[in-house]
């Protein structure tokens, strides 16, 4: 893997996460984030506000401040914005099926590509109103009030921690964490994602369960088809569907129990981290996977099945395409 990688990411600065109580303090932070935006979003008119790929941005963003996401502050304010426009064009526009599907997923693909921006959680802020039915104008608006609030966060969050963090080399494994959140050097994949979009949107349209396709699945999607010779699960497949499931399963699970809100934000949000940390996987969009119940009408323990179907569909056609590629393979 290390040789792939040498040739692949591009990596000449050190990217290593931080460590000891920078670290403590940094979770506490990406925690404390996500629940004082649950609370904000809790008061009349601000519902909008809460938008599940957050706690992907925050924890990467704090966690790893010399990382890609933290790096550009810019980018990880206003893709989302732009993605959220896409997302909320669409769902007025088009009826909800595989069409609208595709069409939303497209834009918001070459949108990120188009702006050479590596924040791919904006791909889920413009599959999400779709998906949940959102149409109101106000959400590209709440998604800036957010991802903005986050980026100048993280600027402060960086000149106070780096200083203070040991510039060591980064791991072969934060260099691969770095290499799944750059951008793709090359569009040879994106056939393949979509054929696994048009997939599971057709599955969707079969058993009317959205959530089959819930939104950070595509961003998951996006980062593995575009680097598929680093994916870090590959070896050991049945991790990802397991962690996913596990992860809604808690989301579900806090919000049927206490109700959408500040606690059940927190609760969910801690799971996912120590699923993730269990299973050994970084994988930061998958955190939003255990808060989209807070933002469901009606959230129940269909939730957390059609999750590990959209996932276990994921890890087998994404197997697949390597599998394809193993002997013609060229660094993307």
Known sequence: MSETLSFSTGITTPAAPLTGRLRFVAHFLSVGYLGLISLLSSLPGAGLLFFPELAALAFDGFVRPRGTWASVPGFLAFTPVITAVVGVAVTNWLPFGLPSILVVTTFCVLMVQLLRSPVAPAISAGVLPLMTGLESWWYPSAILGGTG????????????????????????????????????????????????????????????????????????????????????????????????????????????????????TVISLVAGLVILKTF?????????????????????????????????????????????????????
């Open 149 to 264: 609030v986050l980026a100048l966060a993280l600027i402060g969050w960086k000149r106070y921690a780096i200083p203070r963090s040991p510039n060591t080399s980064a791991s072969l494994r934060d260099q691969v964490d770095d290499a799944m959140e750059r951008i793709p050097r090359r569009a040879n994949w994106i056939s393949a994602m979509l054929i696994f979009v048009t997939i599971t949107a057709c599955l969707v349209e079969l058993t009317g369960e959205r959530m089959i396709l819930y939104p950070p699945l595509v961003v998951i999607a996006f980062e593995m088809f575009a680097h598929p010779h680093i994916c870090p699960w590959a070896r050991r497949p049945a991790r990802f569907p397991l962690a996913t499931l596990l992860t809604a399963a808690a989301g579900i699970g806090a919000v049927l129990t206490l109700g959408p809100g500040v606690t059940a």
């Open 280 to 332: 050994d996987l970084h994988m930061p969009p998958a955190l939003a996977i255990g808060l989209i119940p807070q933002i469901l009408e009606n959230p129940g323990w269909n939730y957390p099945v059609a999750v590990l179907i959209g996932s276990s569909g994921l890890a087998i056609g994404f197997l697949f395409y390597r599998s394809l590629l193993r002997r013609s393979f060229a660094p993307v």
